[in-house]
T-cell receptor, first 116, second 116 residues
């Protein structure tokens, strides 16, 4: 079974600064997908970014980018120019590429606080 | 396009009762997944339905069940409620790309269930 670990329960960043959230995972599969989801106080999970394991290039979405290290099984999220609206819980998630379904395995989450 | 809609948003039930939660996916999405979120266990996968068939199932007791209708709407039912069933229940829908694989999951705002 796959596991996802987020070792930082809480992180804090100054507005306009850069912060990196860590995620490691354990799998024996070579084909899989990784995601970062954001959960603000409204509770709705919002997809931030996704990465296909077969792609060597790191995914980027505006101020959000990932550092995907397949051999190390590491998938960190970098948020540049942090904004107050970035404050939320962030979850790293894994999905097998072998399964046609959409079962996600989540990490425990990192609470990000943004200081004005 | 309307997002994933979950009803009700809040629910208070007594131990031993049963409860039914509803999820309407994004129009055109045929896959619906359910997750339980608690402070202690985090986000855990319950089950996934695709075209009215359960495709994946998490490690939950048989008191947790679900179904999907022909219009892709899904319901989950919990019988003989326990205090430990108090949680945020999240539903997610995704689109099958015609090759058996799903796009990323889009989540609803969840149903907060409190068992007293």
């Amino acid at each position: 079974a796959q596991t996802v670990t987020q070792s930082q329960p809480e992180m804090s960043v100054q507005e306009a600064e850069t912060v990196t959230l860590s995620c490691t995972y354990d799998t024996s599969e070579s084909d899989y997908y990784l995601f970062w989801y954001k959960q603000p106080p409204s509770r709705q999970m919002i997809l931030v970014i996704r990465q296909e394991a077969y792609k060597q290039q790191n995914a980027t979405e505006n101020r959000f980018s990932v550092n995907f290290q397949k051999a190390a099984k590491s998938f960190s999220l970098k948020i540049s120019d942090s904004q107050l609206g970035d404050a939320a819980m962030y979850f790293c998630a894994y999905r097998s590429g072998l399964d046609a379904g959409n079962m996600l395995t989540f990490g425990g989450g990192t609470r990000l606080m943004v200081k004005p | 396009k309307a997002g994933v809609t979950q009803t009700p948003r809040y629910l208070i039930k007594t131990r031993g009762q049963q409860v039914t939660l509803s999820c309407s996916p994004i129009s055109g999405h045929r896959s619906v997944s359910w997750y339980q979120q608690t402070p202690g266990q985090g986000l855990q996968f319950l089950f996934e339905y695709f075209s009215e068939t359960q495709r994946n199932k998490g490690n939950f007791p048989g008191r947790f069940s679900g179904r999907q209708f022909s219009n892709s709407r899904s319901e989950m039912n919990v019988s003989t409620l326990e205090l430990g069933d108090s949680a945020l229940y999240l539903c997610a829908s995704s689109h099958n790309n015609g090759e058996g694989m799903n796009t990323e999951a889009f989540f609803g705002q969840g149903t907060r269930l409190t068992v007293v």
